[in-house]
């Protein structure tokens, strides 16, 4: 459900009140929130309202760490799957270890322990090689030039972009293509 002023306001407010009346669902995150959550207030159009949790557990939402909707510990392991997921499918956007903290309801310093204790990397080097993976398909498929498939995979400065690319593949994104197009001739 789309939610109404009055549950806007309460979310806004962290209204205890309102409690046990509705949650709501952060469709970017699929994490699901009591309305006295002190989480940051979602974008009014990723929020959606439901009475009853379980249809949003049904669509793969998870319950939020901070406020715990459902009175359950939800295990790290599936936390870390959920913040996992999560950066799929944002990498191009300007994301950073305060920023995934925030949008997944914790403390960078407790999601970046319990990202390398459960992947074994650090959600740096899980983000970086994300965007890397993608810059590397873009420039095999594409013709886009090299400024504009740094900002495709969320690194806005190009030369940032191909200093980060040269570290991870050990050449240039420009050496890297010529090599592709030369193979395929
Ligand atoms: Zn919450």
């Known amino acids: ?7 806007l306001q309460a979310i806004e407010s962290c209204d205890p009140q309102y409690d046990n009346q509705f949650y709501y669902g952060v469709k970017s995150t699929k994490i699901f929130c009591k309305p006295s959550c002190k989480s940051r207030m979602p974008r009014i159009e990723n929020i959606e ?5 379980r249809e949003l557990i049904k669509r793969g939402y998870r319950p939020c760490k901070r406020c715990r909707p459902t009175d359950e510990k939800l295990p790290d392991v599936e936390w870390i799957e959920q913040v996992n997921n999560y950066i ?10 305060f920023s995934i903290a925030e949008d997944m309801h914790s ?17 740096h080097a899980f983000l970086k090689e994300r965007r890397m993976q993608e ?3 873009l420039l095999q498929t594409t013709q886009l030039d090299i400024a504009t498939i740094g900002q495709k995979v969320g690194i806005e400065n190009s030369s940032q972009f191909v200093r980060d690319f040269k ?3 050990g050449q240039t994104p420009l050496q890297y293509r010529k090599e592709v197009k ?3 001739y």
Do not use: W
């Open 49 to 53: 309202i439901v009475e009853d949790v």
């Open 1 to 7: 459900m789309v939610p109404t002023k009055e549950q």
């Open 107 to 123: 403390s960078p310093y407790h999601l970046h322990r319990k990202f390398k204790e459960i992947k074994g990397n650090t959600i």
């Open 88 to 97: 799929d499918t944002h990498y191009q956007e300007k994301l950073t270890l």
């Open 167 to 169: 570290k991870f593949c």
């Open 135 to 137: 810059a590397i398909t």
């Open 182 to 184: 030369d193979e395929n």
